[in-house]
């Protein structure tokens, strides 16, 4: 095992100096935010994919495929369905803002849309809320790190947080874009390996089909079981559409019709993927049904399920996959304070080198609060869903909205945003533990956000007809 992890630090180490390589040729805050607009089909299918190869559609997914069975697919399912709908949807008219107005963040818009006053709230709430984003992947490399190395959680997290924070920091969105495209080759490759071996191993389908019939009559129901089942979609699909991190990849894009492409094929990949994690923690209950944490159970598979070399893979192809994803979230950290926040409010008239300096010294601090942060939460899914349900409710409906109606302006958006994160934050606090999929409280905060913008826009547009 100590053979792995000299491989895993190599493989580190490449990843940082590809990134380093890459970010010599950044001395700009365009380059940095959004590559110059000039990410083609590819890159954009291989940095929006791999961004969503993370923690949560790896070792998150491969745990609740574990514990509920096939139902897990819509944890993975509805990231695709929401990546496909911000390809054919959301993407490409955003873009069109973006370019002729020269936006280089998702509060550029929102103060191009509605103003300061909404651009500082979503800042300030999703500047905290996305550290849980970059705490989630580094909770999985900490994961991977013990599997092959037996080490505590502190130093499999405060590597992984080094790796990431070199990289990005040095180039930003084009480093990342280039590195993502190596991290995307060795996932798929790892997964493709590790799967029908085994599989092939532990006997075939039939021998799932034995565990399910011990488990729930519900382990082998796509559509419901356990916790995991179509609700998923209300958490996830919203989230991305409006990420922030992704629509910023969307403003790196050379135009609309590279948008429709690339992240049309990264959604039908991720809609196709989502099966790979649910089969690999599904045969992980086979080969042991008693583990400590499910979130083991991808990490376990590898390490002792494999052959060591093909188990290396697939170790290195889930550690690509949380980089790609912490990264993201480093993305959206260092563009909210420096663009968002420094330049927004605290020096308008701050050179783009001045920016520059800024967004990578919150990328710095950004990813060392995560590590001390993935210190603290438990698990992979709970720190994702604590980031998904909180963008849901807030920046859905004002972004989706303030794409499609000219009239509605500051008092709507901040009505839907606090009536949504009220009710997420009601439903959290007194639903009951057993209630049914409909009180979901990311669907009800969603629900609730949509009313109270299109109550305030009737009151407003009946008066300004009187």
Same mark, same amino acid.
């Given at each position: 095992m100590s053979t792995g992890l000299w491989v895993l630090l190599a493989y580190a180490a490449g990843l940082v100096a590809l990134g380093a390589w890459i970010g010599r040729r950044v001395a700009a805050a365009g380059s940095f935010f959004v590559a110059d607009r000039k990410l083609g089909p590819v890159l954009l299918f291989a940095t929006v994919l791999a961004a969503n190869l993370g923690a949560g559609t790896t070792v998150g997914a491969a745990g609740l495929g574990y514990r509920d069975g096939l139902s897990a697919w819509w944890w993975v399912g509805s990231a695709g369905i929401g990546t496909i709908l911000l390809a054919l949807w959301v993407g490409p008219r955003i873009w069109r803002v973006a370019a002729r107005h020269g936006l280089l963040t998702m509060g550029d818009y929102l103060d191009l849309r509605y103003g300061r006053s909404v651009r500082l709230l979503i800042a300030v709430l999703l500047w905290f809320a996305t550290l849980t984003i970059v705490s989630g992947q580094l909770i999985a490399m900490a994961e991977i790190v013990a599997v092959v190395a037996g080490t505590p959680r502190w130093i499999g997290a405060l590597l992984g947080g080094i790796v990431v924070i070199v990289y990005f920091s040095a180039g930003g969105l084009v480093a990342s874009a280039w590195v993502n495209l190596v991290q995307l080759v060795v996932l798929l490759a790892g997964f493709a390996v590790a799967i029908p071996w085994a599989l092939s191993d532990i006997g075939g389908w039939t021998a799932i089909e034995a565990t399910a019939a011990r488990t729930s009559p519900d382990y082998l129901n796509l559509w419901q079981g356990g916790g995991s089942g179509w609700v998923y979609i209300a958490l996830l699909a919203p989230?991305?559409?409006?990420?922030?991190?992704?629509?910023?990849?969307?403003?790196?894009?050379?135009?609309?019709?590279?948008?429709?492409?690339?992240?049309?094929?990264?959604?039908?990949?991720?809609?196709?993927?989502?099966?790979?994690?649910?089969?690999?923690?599904?045969?992980?209950?086979?080969?042991?049904?008693?583990?400590?944490?499910?979130?083991?159970?991808?990490?376990?598979?590898?390490?002792?399920?494999?052959?060591?070399?093909? $188990? @290396?893979?697939? +170790?290195? *192809? =889930?550690?690509?996959?949380?980089?790609?994803? %912490?990264? &993201?979230? /480093?993305?959206?950290?260092?563009?909210?304070?420096?663009?968002?926040?420094?330049?927004?409010?605290?020096?308008?008239?701050?050179?783009?080198?001045?920016?520059?300096?800024?967004?990578?010294?919150?990328?710095?601090?950004?990813?060392?609060?995560?590590?001390?942060?993935?210190?603290?939460?438990?698990?992979?899914?709970?720190?994702?869903?604590?980031?998904?349900?909180?963008?849901?409710?807030?920046?859905?409906?004002?972004?989706?909205?303030?794409?499609?109606?000219?009239?509605?302006?500051?008092?709507?958006?901040?009505?839907?945003?606090?009536? $949504? @994160?009220?009710? +997420?934050? *009601? =439903?959290?606090?007194?639903?009951?533990?057993? %209630?049914? &999929?409909? /009180?979901?409280?990311?669907?009800?905060?969603?629900?609730?956000?949509?009313?109270?913008?299109?109550?305030?826009?009737?009151?407003?547009?009946?008066?300004?007809?009187?």
């Open positions: 989230a991305f559409i409006i990420s922030p991190g992704l629509v910023q990849k969307v403003y790196g894009a050379t135009g609309p019709r590279a948008i429709r492409i690339g992240l049309l094929a990264a959604g039908v990949g991720l809609v196709l993927f989502a099966f790979a994690p649910t089969l690999l923690g599904m045969i992980a209950r086979v080969y042991d049904p008693a583990l400590a944490s499910r979130e083991q159970a991808l990490p376990m598979l590898l390490a002792t399920a494999l052959p060591p070399a093909l $188990g @290396l893979l697939g +170790l290195a *192809a =889930v550690f690509s996959a949380e980089v790609s994803s %912490a990264d &993201a979230g /480093l993305f959206m950290l260092s563009t909210s304070l420096s663009k968002d926040l420094y330049k927004g409010f605290l020096r308008p008239e701050a050179t783009s080198r001045q920016v520059l300096r800024v967004a990578r010294g919150a990328a710095i601090v950004g990813g060392t609060l995560g590590v001390l942060l993935a210190l603290w939460l438990e698990s992979v899914i709970a720190s994702l869903t604590i980031f998904y349900s909180i963008l849901s409710v807030s920046l859905f409906v004002p972004v989706a909205a303030g794409l499609h109606s000219r009239r509605a302006g500051v008092p709507e958006a901040l009505a839907a945003i606090g009536a $949504g @994160l009220a009710a +997420l934050g *009601a =439903v959290h606090i007194f639903a009951p533990a057993d %209630a049914p &999929a409909l /009180l979901d409280r990311t669907l009800i905060g969603l629900i609730v956000s949509a009313a109270a913008f299109a109550l305030v826009a009737a009151v407003r547009g009946h008066r300004r007809s009187v």
